[in-house]
């Protein structure tokens, strides 16, 4: 009988065989799970837009007025104190003014003599001058028409033969001199000054007046007083400080007048317009907000330190006293704003050149889908087509796989 011979297998040839389908068990478990990913998704949703633009601004009055010595001296007295409120002509600081009270009456003197000289020119001369001229003029009047008379006189005694022909021409000489007397006081009473004298006079008067009225300015500004109501808010002096020429006493303005000057980079100044709103905070008052609109856009680029910037002004709408001059503040401008937009986070859109797209999640599978954006903000981006609000669309995926067309996801919170 034949006999039959049982082979054992080789130990080895076994290991392989146990390695072999495991590998075949983790290959087939790779197949089924590798194309499933997680991912974070959102539906599309109508909300409002609203897109800004942020930067640093300073406060400041939009009509300061800012108080400045006139002329080197000492702080008499200061009548207001930092933060009091005044009304239009209150006396706020008063300078040392001996000075100006001596350049004063010098001026107005020298004025009075400048009018009195054009009076006198006016009238012909001074009082003295105008009596002795008169008086002059009575006594050439008198030897005229004594010389008339005795002209007359001798001519009837020529007639007569009782008076010579020498006599006669010597009396009409005397009657000429007389004449010339005459018209000569008449021309100095008349013409005594030229359009010169008066040009001269009248310079003179006008320089006087000047003079006045720069003293006048100069005595004012030692007894300084408020132009306008307002509140003062700064007053960088104290009493008995000497002073310089032109150096800052005091600041007064209406401080609910105020007005923000931003900077804006250059690439950001296209977006800014006349009237758009901006909101107004203030690091020293984290819970106050202002509101304020755009007065005044940029109209040229100018360089603020290392940036290339467009200046902004901002007129403040509700401030009431409580937002100070000089102070940093933060201004958010509303460049566009869209309500009840479809929109979708900005995470969700992609870029590919000139053409953006999101994925879609249909299915459990990424649909990538052309779309066309509209305004933009910081957070979200609106939808004008290639969405409705019936789609999914992929955020992420929760571990650093890349989003592509067709892939099998699984949304999870």
């Not at 105020?258 to 709103?277: H, M, N, S, T």
Request: glycine share 6%; net charge neutral; proline share 3%.
């Amino acid at each position: 009988m034949p006999t039959t011979e049982t082979r054992r297998l080789n130990p080895y040839a076994m290991a392989g065989i146990i390695l072999a389908v495991v590998a075949l068990a983790i290959l087939a478990i790779r197949m089924f799970t590798r194309d499933v990913v997680e991912i974070k998704a959102t539906p599309v949703t109508h909300q409002n837009l609203l897109s800004s633009l942020s930067t640093n601004g300073r406060v400041e009055p939009v009509e300061p007025f800012q108080a400045h010595a006139q002329a080197p001296g000492v702080v008499a007295k200061i009548d207001v104190q930092v933060g009091q409120k005044v009304k239009k002509g209150d006396l706020l600081l008063k300078m040392e003014d001996a000075d100006a009270v001596s350049r004063l009456a010098t001026a107005n003197a020298s004025l009075s003599s400048a009018q009195a000289t054009l009076h006198d020119i006016q009238q012909g001369g001074t009082q003295e001058e105008r009596l002795s001229m008169a008086a002059d003029l009575s006594r050439a009047q008198q030897q005229k028409d004594q010389a008339e008379k005795s002209l007359a006189a001798l001519r009837q005694l020529q007639q007569k033969g009782a008076a010579s022909a020498s006599e006669v021409a010597a009396a009409e000489q005397r009657l000429q001199t007389a004449n010339a007397s005459l018209q000569s006081v008449q021309q100095r009473q008349t013409q005594r000054y030229s359009a010169t004298d008066r040009s001269k006079v009248t310079a003179q008067l006008n320089d006087a007046r000047a003079s006045v009225a720069a003293a006048q300015n100069t005595y004012g500004n030692a007894n300084i007083r408020s132009p306008l109501a307002g509140t003062v808010y700064s007053i960088p002096v104290t009493t008995y400080d000497f002073v310089n020429t032109g150096e800052s006493l005091m600041d007064v303005a209406d401080l609910n007048r105020i007005q923000v000057r931003a900077y804006f980079d250059e690439p950001e100044i296209g977006k800014l317009a006349v009237g758009q709103a901006v909101k107004i905070t203030w690091d020293a008052k984290p819970d106050a907000t202002w509101h304020g609109h755009i007065s005044r856009a940029p109209s040229t680029i100018i360089v603020y330190g290392t940036r290339n910037v467009g200046e902004c002004i901002i007129t403040v709408d509700d401030a009431q006293g409580d937002l100070l001059p000089n102070t940093n503040v933060v201004v958010t401008v509303t460049v566009s704003q869209r309500f009840n937009v479809q929109s979708i986070p900005r995470e969700a859109l992609h870029t590919e050149g000139t053409n953006d797209y999101v994925y879609r999640v249909v299915q459990g599978k990424l649909v990538r889908t052309p779309v066309q954006v509209g305004v933009q903000n910081l957070n979200r981006v609106e939808i004008i087509s290639g969405l409705t609000e019936k789609d999914t669309v992929a955020l992420n995926a929760t571990s650093n796989r890349d989003l592509s067309n067709g892939l099998a996801v699984k949304i999870v919170e």
